[in-house]
């Protein structure tokens, strides 16, 4: 993998410090898995924290559904989607179930990803070679993994491992790699907003 671009310091730090939403984290944690480097980042910031930590007064921990003591239950065998098993699957994804793959347009298709507690919405998005998905923006984050495969944008290529941080002051129009298609897993907040003409008479039947 040939991976050129990463989270920025500030949604590392945060991945870090544990506070980022689950479903955000869940999508950092896929290129984490992919990227050395960002590996790499994250010890020495963890590494960071750590010492700052060393430096608090402690305090006592509250009893309760808190107490790091307590069972966590993640969920038996038969709650755990069996496409988190598929070759080329991220390990990270492992815990998390998975719905079918659902068409929402010509040669492209989309599955959920179930993220207990995420605000922000999880997803798989699979599209054919040469898809141009429309012109768009958002009025949340968008955060975006490659998994396989690779699309390009106006702020440049994305192939696999590759980290694409969107946020409201985005807008896209992303085409998919002609040979290879493209398969990814994103997390987003707020909702889409198609441009142009096209883009409004298709606004109605997206629903990411």
């Known amino acids: 993998m040939n991976i050129v671009h990463r989270p920025s310091d500030e949604?590392?730090?945060?991945?870090?410090?544990?506070q980022l939403d689950e479903g955000?984290?869940?999508?950092?944690?896929?290129h984490?898995?992919?990227?050395?480097?960002?590996?790499?980042?994250?010890?020495?910031?963890?590494a960071v924290q750590g010492a700052l930590l060393d430096k608090i007064?402690?305090?006592?921990?509250?009893?309760?559904?808190?107490?790091?003591?307590a069972d966590v239950q993640t969920g038996s065998a038969s709650?755990?989607?069996?496409?988190?098993?598929?070759?080329?699957?991220?390990?990270?994804?492992?815990?998390?179930?998975?719905?079918?793959?659902?068409?929402?347009?010509?040669?492209i298709a989309m599955r959920r990803v179930d993220v207990p507690g995420a605000s922000a919405r999880v997803f798989m998005l699979r599209a054919g070679p040469g898809i141009a998905l429309p012109h768009h923006k958002h009025t949340g984050v968008e955060w975006t993994t490659i998994l396989a495969g690779a699309y390009e944008h106006e702020y440049g290529r994305y192939a696999a491992g590759d980290f694409d941080e969107a946020d409201s002051e985005h807008d896209?129009?992303?085409r998919v790699d002609p040979v290879e298609g493209c398969t990814?897993?994103?997390?987003?907040?707020?909702?889409?907003?198609?441009?142009?003409?096209?883009?409004?008479l298709l606004q109605p039947l997206v629903r990411f």
Do not use: K
């Not at 955000?24 to 896929?30: S, T, W």
């Not at 098993?85 to 929402?104: D, K």
């Open 172 to 174: 896209h129009t992303p």
């Open 32 to 46: 984490i898995e992919a990227d050395q480097e960002s590996r790499r980042r994250l010890q020495n910031l963890e």
């Open 24 to 30: 955000l984290a869940v999508v950092v944690a896929c």
């Open 79 to 107: 709650d755990i989607s069996e496409a988190a098993h598929e070759t080329g699957m991220p390990q990270v994804l492992r815990p998390y179930g998975f719905g079918p793959w659902r068409p929402i347009g010509i040669r």
């Open 11 to 18: 949604t590392l730090a945060a991945f870090a410090a544990g």
């Open 184 to 200: 990814c897993i994103v997390a987003m907040t707020g909702s889409v907003q198609l441009q142009g003409w096209l883009g409004r």
């Open 57 to 69: 007064e402690p305090v006592a921990m509250r009893s309760g559904p808190c107490d790091p003591n």
